[in-house]
Structure formats: C-alpha cells, structure tokens
C-alpha cells in the first residue's frame, strides 16, 4: 500500500460525458502528479501540481483539466470523452521535487461507450 | 529529457539473481537513474535510483558503468512476486523541481517457477 488513494476504481461513461477522478496524496506529501496509460501510448505523464499550483504540463489534452485543493487532494476532470480517452489514470505523489521518488495510487479504470 | 533503451523481455528462474540492462547513452551529468517496476493489475512502484556509485537497498541494487552510459538493474534472488515491467527512467536534478516522469516502454520481466 503505497498511501495513495484514488477513487473511483472502474468507471464507465459514454462519449461526450464528463468524469472526475479523485486523488488523495500520501499524509505530507505536497506534489501531485496524474498519469494515462494506455494500450498504444504507454505511462504518459498528464500534469503537476505543488501545493495547490500548477507545476508542469505533459501531454494533456486541452479537454482535460485538474485542479489541487487547499487540503492537497486533487481532481482530474475529463471532458467531452472518446472512446481513445478509455485508459487506466494513475495519481502519484512526492514530498515535492524531482529529488524524491513518487508513490503511485492503484489507479482508476476508465472505459468510454 | 534524455532517453533509455532496455530490451523488450527477460526471463529468468525463481530464486537466481535476474540482471536488468539498461543503456543510457545519452545522460548528463545532473541525470539520476531511476528504476521504478509494475507489477500486473498495479500502479508503478519505486525501486532505487543513483547518480555515479553503485547503490543496494532491501528491493535490489544498481550498478552503474563507470562513463554512466549504461546501468544495471540487479534482483538478487529472483521470486515469482517479482514478475513485472522495469522502468529505467532519467531524471533532471538541476532543473525547478517539475518532475513528470518520462517512462518508456521497460523490460517485461518473466519469472519461471
């Protein structure tokens, strides 16, 4: 148990909805981090945040956003779905800093109709 | 960021030492090494990491060739709970501290009873 836990663990949606993900850090912890793996395109890393800011921008798609609240927790929203954006999405979190490994959540499943 | 390049698959049998190779040939000298692994159904899970000298911890050891252009990944005593994909990844030190991670495609590790 890596102390990272995101909700929900499966969900499935129909093209053109919109899903929120959930992700809550390891106690102390101030760096979130979200992931996409998928068939195709492997473990992409999506974004950062630090302490409720953003820190980084990978490969995400503009219909995809997050957000990191004051108590840490972090929300990925995904909009307007496709059936490519079905994919596993996994949190991870740092005490912050490319100095520390991060710790992954067991993921949330998502399958778009 | 620079980029890695392990063999698609290994096998070994349980209870051998199983080395991981992986090249590197184009690190710089503020690149870490990471290895992180994926167990099947699971989120990525950190294993150990280095700069110049080679590094044990309780999960493995990693060797590190003296120009750094390459690594060794060493599981000293192979079990069947270690059949899982191996990251070799890079990571920036001098940089503000956005850390995505950048994961290839890994060596899928088979594990013979």
């Known amino acids: 148990d890596s102390g990272v836990t995101q909700t929900p663990k499966h969900l499935i949606t129909a093209t053109g909805q919109r899903v929120t993900l959930r992700c809550s850090p390891r106690s102390g912890d101030l760096s979130v981090y979200w992931y996409q793996q998928s068939l195709d395109q492997g473990l992409q890393f999506l974004i950062q945040?630090?302490?409720?800011?953003?820190?980084a921008k990978g490969n995400i798609l503009e219909r995809f956003s997050a957000q990191q609240f004051p108590d840490l927790h972090s929300e990925l929203n995904l909009s307007s779905l496709e059936l490519g954006d079905s994919a596993l999405y996994f949190c991870?979190?740092?005490?912050?800093?490319?100095?520390?490994?991060?710790?992954f959540g067991p993921g949330t499943r998502l399958t778009v109709t | 960021d620079a980029k890695t390049t392990q063999p698609n698959s290994m096998e070994s049998n349980e209870e051998e030492p199983v080395h991981l190779p992986c090249n590197h040939s184009t690190i710089s000298g503020t690149d870490y090494i990471h290895w992180y692994r994926q167990l099947p159904s699971q989120g990525p899970e950190y294993v150990i990491h280095?700069?110049?000298s080679n590094v044990n911890n309780r999960m493995a050891s990693l060797a590190i060739a003296e120009d750094r252009k390459s690594s060794t990944l060493i599981l000293h005593r192979a079990t069947l709970r270690d059949a899982a994909v191996y990251y070799c990844?890079?990571?920036?030190?001098?940089?503000?501290?956005?850390?995505?991670?950048?994961f290839g495609k890994g060596t899928h590790l088979i594990i013979q009873p």
């Open positions: 945040y630090y302490n409720g800011e953003e820190r």
């Open positions: 280095g700069l110049t």
């Open positions: 991870a979190s740092s005490p912050g800093g490319q100095h520390y490994e991060q710790y």
């Open positions: 990844i890079l990571r920036d030190y001098s940089g503000g501290g956005a850390d995505g991670l950048t």
